[in-house]
């Protein structure tokens, strides 16, 4: 089993930037990924982005690429997103996930409780 706990999100302007964080414990393997999904008011939940833990090769959804950056770090088995020049359309709650086998194609095994981010225009 593996526990995520997100940290980090809040209001903020249009333009402005926000860390979220995922502090992960239990049984992670190196060979799987952790990424995150949000999931905005009457839409569907949608992928934003995903690390593999060993080599941190990263994937991003189209609508992030250039604004959001993922980054881990493993002696803390945390994962952060780190998202800038950010728009109204951000607005969601964003989940923290682990435990896919696949980064392109990222399944995850396991979900944080989410955390809140607003985004004002």
């Known amino acids: 089993q593996v526990q995520l706990v997100e940290s980090g999100g809040g209001l903020v302007q249009a333009g402005g930037s926000l860390r979220l964080s995922c502090a992960a414990s239990?049984?992670?393997?190196?060979?799987?990924?952790m990424g995150w999904f949000r999931q905005a008011p009457g839409k569907e939940r949608e992928f934003v982005a995903a690390i593999r833990w060993s080599g941190g090769t990263t994937y991003y959804a189209d609508s992030v690429k250039g604004r959001f950056t993922i980054s881990r770090d493993n002696a803390k088995n945390t994962v952060y997103l780190q998202m800038n020049s950010l728009k109204p359309e951000d607005t969601a709650v964003y989940y923290c996930t682990a435990g896919s086998r696949s980064l392109s194609d990222y399944s995850p095994n396991y979900w944080g409780q989410g955390t809140q981010v607003t985004v004002s225009s």
């Open positions: 239990g049984r992670i393997f190196s060979s799987t990924a």
